[in-house]
């Protein structure tokens, strides 16, 4: 829990604005370490002094190239230290942040700058460079001036190290010892501190604007629910250009929790085990390839080791439903458990470090049946939602009261309710300004009835008694077969992403007689059932065309939705032998299928699921 604060004694009021919560900070914890990250195989730390002494630099240099409040400076990183000194900067400058995904698509890297007008463009590295070059180019005359993290392999004069902006800094700070405050100062909370575009799963990005309001409220609301300490360490990896991440960042600092920067995602297995963390933000997606790693694991041992897995599964399961449902565990049950806790689910507490406390997880719908395998081995996930709009946090799951299948209940101040339809709607100070330029698909969203002004989310969902909220799909999404019926392809989903060898799925259907799914599997668990078969199928294609293990995801297909309605159940399947991937354009930067592209790229697969006078039709 945050500590009281009142605003009686100024120096210890709530923070208003992003800026006041950082001053506060730095301030409190100077002798702190705050953050950590890891240069070649050693880990650096930065205390609370460092930290402040840098962004008051960066924020200094960027005034002195004549950075105005109200202009947009663009940053395209990958998370690191340099991205959240560079993100406090800009807004001491009362300058407006513009955050750019690292694999966000040239054109539409294109599209933001443009659109937002960016007067400069942070960029980590010489790979960025090059490889939005052509977005650079399209730009001519516009396109903003350049500053880099690390140095460029050949020497570009039009390109600005960040080392000499901190340097230009400095000096400025010297001249005028007391402009850093005065500048930083002059943010109200109602100022627009970023603009956030959205994945653009159709269309064109829209530019979220959200206010320091918007973002400190969040935060600070959030930070009432979380069971985080300064005590605590944290494990950063997700993109700080997703507003979940540097949201919960902006909690960490409020809460002054240390933060490791993991070096990226192919390395957080390994960075996990280092820094030992005891709370971890996190996307279901790492979930679920976790337990597929761990079930394949689990399918090369021997046929005793594989039975003490399965049965240590049943078991852990067993268990968490019963405390789910608030329910006493029978002591046999319980006996067991504690020896499969010895035999099987202490390794997994030892992957992630062996002190975690939790993790969180958002960005998407995390499946019952990874919660339950998680929660059985002693590790808890708290499941929250939230939305670029609301930024983001609107409900998450309580560490002494976590509902599986659930989002818990709003973060205190925020109002939830659903419409006519079952849409859920957002009231409260951290719903957006609106959309950049574009009033028109801001009134789309924002409504006002006579209660207030309320966001419209695009998700369907419940509220029970006790507040806690479940999405059931996104409005748009649902799917109307030919026959009237209305389907839930998120929630079918679910299930099937709960079968061990399933990496990726989407289920379709629209205007069609039934639905079907397009699954991707996991390869390298694949790979091993086809050898417990007998079958020497090492290419993908093999293994996606073979009728064995087409059966074999069929009867797992049906075993998962047996207990759907008949018009819900996925009559046909097909195996596609490549992973859905940003660069593919089948997921947007946030790991967000897009759904009319994937179905548009598949066109022949899923025309082949359905007989041909049903396609005609």
Same mark, same amino acid.
Do not use: C
């Given at each position: ?66 950075v105005q409040p109200g202009d947009r400076v663009a940053l395209l990183s990958e998370s690191s230290p340099e991205w959240s000194i560079t993100d406090y900067a800009i807004l001491a400058c009362g300058a407006i942040n513009v955050p750019i995904y690292p694999t966000q698509a040239v054109e539409q890297v294109t599209f933001i700058l443009r659109n937002s007008g960016a007067r400069i463009l942070f960029l980590s590295n010489q790979k ?128 002054g929790v240390q933060v490791s920067f993991a070096r990226g995602v192919e390395y957080v297995a390994e960075d996990i085990r280092e820094v030992k963390p005891t709370v971890v933000t996190a996307v279901p997606r790492l979930f679920e390839r976790i337990l597929a790693t761990i079930n394949k694991r689990a399918a090369e041992g021997t046929p005793t080791q594989q039975k003490v897995f399965q049965r240590a599964m049943k078991v852990g ?90 989002? !818990?209940?709003? =973060? ?9 339809? @079952?849409?859920? +709607? %957002?009231?409260?100070? *951290? &719903? ?51 026959? !009237?019926?209305? =389907? ?9 992403? @709960?079968?061990? +060898? %399933?990496?990726?799925? *989407? &289920? ?64 046909k399947i097909a195996l596609l032998d490549r992973e859905f991937t940003i660069e593919g354009g089948e997921l947007t930067p946030t790991l967000k299928v897009r759904r009319k592209f994937v179905e548009d790229k598949y066109r022949e697969v899923i025309d082949a699921l359905y007989p041909k006078l049903e396609v005609e039709a």
């Open positions: 829990m945050s500590p009281e604060l009142t605003r009686t004694d100024e120096s210890n009021r709530e923070p208003e604005t992003i800026n006041e919560l950082f001053a506060r900070t730095v301030r409190q914890r100077a002798g702190k370490v705050l953050m950590r990250y890891k240069r070649g195989k050693v880990w650096h730390d930065v205390t609370g002094a460092q930290l402040d002494e840098r962004v008051r630099n960066v924020a200094l240099g960027l005034w002195q190239l004549g960025q460079f090059r490889r939005i070059q052509p977005a650079l180019e399209a730009l001519r005359g516009e396109a903003p001036k350049l500053i880099m993290f690390e140095p460029p392999k050949e020497e570009n004069k039009a390109v600005m190290l960040l080392e000499e902006l901190e340097r230009r800094g400095a000096e400025e700070r010297t001249r005028q010892p007391q402009l850093y405050q005065e500048l930083a100062a002059r943010a109200q909370p109602d100022d627009l501190a970023t603009i956030i575009y959205t994945s653009g799963t159709t269309g064109e990005p829209k530019g979220v604007m959200l206010t320091h309001r918007n973002l400190t409220v969040d935060a600070l609301r959030s930070a009432e629910v979380f069971s985080i300490t300064a005590d605590d360490h944290a494990l950063t990896f997700l993109p700080l250009a997703h507003v979940f991440e540097r949201t919960v960042l902006y909690i960490y600092m409020y809460l399961r067993e268990v968490a439903v019963l405390r789910d449902q608030r329910r006493p565990v029978p002591f046999l049950l319980r006996m067991q458990h504690r020896l499969y806790d010895r035999l099987v689910f202490t390794k997994w507490r030892e992957a992630v470090g062996g002190r975690l406390r939790f993790f969180v997880s958002g960005g998407a719908a995390l499946p019952t049946e990874v919660a339950l395998a998680f929660a059985g081995a002693g590790i808890t996930i708290l499941q929250g939602y939230g939305l670029t709009e609301t930024s983001p946090v609107v409900a998450v799951n309580h560490l002494d009261d976590n509902r599986f299948g659930t989002i !818990g209940p709003p =973060i205190p101040g925020i109002r939830v309710k659903t419409a006519e339809d @079952g849409e859920l +709607l %957002v009231q409260g100070d *951290i &719903v957006m300004q609106g959309y950049y330029r574009n009033a028109e698909e801001t009134e789309k969203v924002l409504s006002r009835q006579d209660d207030g002004v309320w966001f419209h989310t695009g998700d369907i969902g419940t509220i029970d008694a006790d507040g806690f909220i479940r999405i059931t799909d996104r409005k748009k999404d649902l799917i109307k077969t030919s026959l !009237g019926k209305y =389907i839930a392809p998120q929630m079918i989903e679910n299930l099937i992403r @709960g079968i061990p +060898l %399933v990496e990726q799925v *989407i &289920v379709i259907g629209n205007h069609r007689k039934y639905p079907a799914a397009l699954i991707v599997p996991n390869f390298d668990a694949l790979r091993v059932y086809a050898e417990s078969l007998s079958l020497e199928l090492k290419e993908k294609s093999d293994l996606t065309q073979h009728p064995r293990i087409i059966e074999f995801f069929r009867r797992k297909v049906d075993e998962v939705t047996k207990d759907l309605a008949p018009y819900e159940k996925i009559k």
